[in-house]
């Protein structure tokens, strides 16, 4: 079946600091893939995607590589602040779906201290 | 995401008690989508609808039922409720024209505990 592993949490940084978030998956054949991200007391939004092997995926500063080789997808971002602050949820469409779902990660909670 | 509306934002009850939870959407999409948070858990699908014909189960289904009212409407109902249902509810909407490709928009939530 298809699914979704990323790193447990939760992550605490200092403000400026590197942020990697590891995410692999299993599905046959080519998944889209997806970074969700979940802020205080709201619901989740779309962060970035890809939908073939090489893309990269960039929005506010994060950027994710889809990895065919090592079914990989982690998430990066160079210099975090303290509004980065959330849960991050790593996600698959699968290839040839006609129904769209998506399966998610557990999530990391990543807090960033001033 | 404002366009898509859940109510009531915070529910406590009772087990035994049946609870129906709501979603409304602006966004015009067809698709809509309920799903669970539990921690640890990420978030795990329930239902879902193609159009207010169409309606299918999730991974976990059990214990639950929903109502597409309209294109714009998509209720999730818990006839007798218990506590291991206690936990973070959210609707999403996606829209069909644009593939699998396209993201899922999701409302504020619906915390619900169950005492």
């Known amino acids: 079946g298809n699914s979704v592993t990323q790193m447990e949490g939760p992550v605490t940084l200092s403000e400026e600091a590197f942020l990697t978030i590891n995410c692999t998956y299993t599905a046959t054949g080519y998944p889209s893939l997806f970074w969700y991200v979940q802020y205080p007391g709201e619901g989740l939004q779309l962060l970035l995607k890809a939908t073939k092997a090489d893309d990269k995926g960039s929005n506010k500063g994060f950027e994710a590589t889809y990895r065919k080789e090592t079914t990989s997808f982690h998430l990066e971002k160079g210099s975090v602040q303290v509004s980065d602050s959330a849960v991050y949820f790593c996600a698959l469409s699968p290839p040839g779906s006609n129904d769209y779902k998506l399966s998610f990660g557990a999530g990391t909670t990543v807090t960033v201290r001033a | 995401d404002a366009d898509v509306t859940q109510t009531p934002r915070n529910r406590i009850t009772k087990t035994g008690k049946r609870i129906m939870l709501e979603c409304s959407q602006t966004?015009?999409?067809?698709?809509m989508y309920w799903y669970r948070q539990d921690p640890g858990l990420g978030l795990r699908l329930i239902y879902y609808?193609?159009?207010?014909?169409?309606?299918n189960k999730g991974e976990i289904s059990d214990g639950y039922s929903v109502s597409r009212q309209a294109q714009a409407k998509f209720s999730l109902s818990l006839e007798s409720a218990i506590p291991n249902q206690t936990a973070l509810y959210f609707c999403a909407t996606s829209d069909a024209t644009g593939g699998p490709n396209q993201p899922q928009h999701f409302g504020d939530g619906t915390r619900l505990s169950i005492l």
């Open positions: 609808s193609f159009d207010v014909k169409d309606i």
């Open positions: 966004k015009g999409h067809d698709r």
